[in-house]
């Protein structure tokens, strides 16, 4: 990746205010892009004349805030996880200096040899912060909010992709099905929610693994939220035995801990499940809005993994089964045989 060709704005205000830092002294020079965001905000690395290489974000208003992005650093940070250390900032106009965890992201290194290492690591951060979860500190990943995400399914993947519109009957069926899986999804008890734990925002570390970034968005809500973005990540599939093996070594690693995770391994897989439902439901609506949006193409490839995640899913369980009857309608599928429990 390089700079920006044509006048930049931000760019220059950027490598303005890198200059003008009074500690670490950075080259602003230096500056070259580090990686790409489904938002508005970009992250470029830079050199120090210390030899040690930074982070910059930026973040612009209004479209941006960096304020959530500085109180969940702290937060999670104090939880003894790995996130970048916020070495100057200037919130106003969304800039962040940051700690450089490095250009190595889980995605890059996952294979059948490195993965169950990787897996596990990640779980015993995740249970790390989980533990340390308490309320009115992060906002709450209550109905309404679960809610609104479960529309951007309807909204963007129905009707602006597959360009389909739902019968009455239809819209009550699906109605049915979010009103199920919210239930579920409320009665879970509550820990900090990262909202996006997976292969491309976890870095790979020496010291200290997994890194983790982009948790701006982090809420307080269901126990089992980030183990699902983990283990059923959009990017990459692993086996069902795997995934089911890595939710056992979580459910028990949580338990060790006085997580307050379901006692029953099956009541809880159950958990797993449905919330990963609602994921996959907001993640197919996200993927379509950034196509059809924003202009986005990179995500259309990710599509038919999360279908597959949510069909398969929703084919275990008979309140589900609604959904998969949609989805067949929709998009002209044959239904195809299950098993419910």
């Known amino acids: 990746m390089s700079l920006p060709t044509t006048t930049d704005i931000r760019l220059t205000q950027l490598q303005q205010w890198l200059a003008a830092l ?33 982070i910059a974000m930026d973040a612009p208003p209004p479209q941006e805030d960096v304020r959530p992005f500085i109180h969940v650093a702290e937060v999670f940070g104090q939880t003894g996880v790995s996130v970048p250390h916020i ?32 897996y596990l690591d990640a779980i015993d951060a995740l249970v790390l912060i989980q533990v340390q979860s308490r309320p009115d500190v992060l906002p709450e990943y209550d109905r309404a909010l679960l809610l609104r995400e479960l529309m951007l399914f309807p909204e963007w993947y129905i009707d602006k992709h597959l360009g389909a519109a739902m019968t ?34 976890l870095m790979v570390l020496g010291k200290g693994n997994p890194g983790i970034l982009d948790f701006q968005d982090a809420v307080y809500g269901p126990i ?23 939710a056992i070594r979580y459910w028990e690693g949580a338990r ?12 809880f897989y159950r958990d797993f499940e449905f919330m990963g439902v609602q994921r996959h ?9 950034l196509y059809h949006r924003d202009g986005k193409d990179a995500y259309l490839k990710d599509l038919p993994l999360v279908m597959e995640y949510t069909r398969n899913a929703a084919r275990r369980y008979k309140e589900l089964m609604p959904l998969v009857r949609l989805l067949d309608a929709l998009e002209e599928k044959a239904p195809q045989v299950g098993y419910t429990f």
Do not use: C
């Not at 080259?27 to 030899?51: C, E, H, I, K, N």
């Not at 099905?177 to 491309?200: C, E, G, I, K, W």
């Open 224 to 246: 089992t939220y980030d183990l699902v973005s983990l283990l059923r990540d959009a990017y990459i599939q692993w086996d069902e035995e795997m995934v089911l093996d890595w």
């Open 281 to 289: 439901l907001k993640v197919l609506g996200i993927f379509a809005r």
């Open 87 to 118: 070495l100057a900032q200037d919130a106003e106009r969304g800039f962040l200096l940051l700690s450089d965890l490095g250009s190595t992201t889980y995605l890059q290194e996952l294979n059948n040899d490195t993965a169950n290492k990787l």
């Open 256 to 267: 060790r801990a006085g997580l307050p995770v379901n006692p029953d391994i099956d009541a």
């Open 22 to 54: 009074p500690s670490p002294s950075i080259r602003p020079d230096s500056l070259r892009p580090a990686s790409s965001d489904a938002s508005f905000r970009r992250y470029f690395r830079v050199d120090g004349v210390d030899g040690a290489t930074y």
């Open 168 to 201: 009455e009957a239809q819209t009550l069926e699906l109605n049915k099905v979010f009103d199920v899986l919210l239930a579920n999804n409320l009665a879970q008890p509550q820990v900090f929610v990262h909202r996006d734990y997976h292969s491309r925002n």
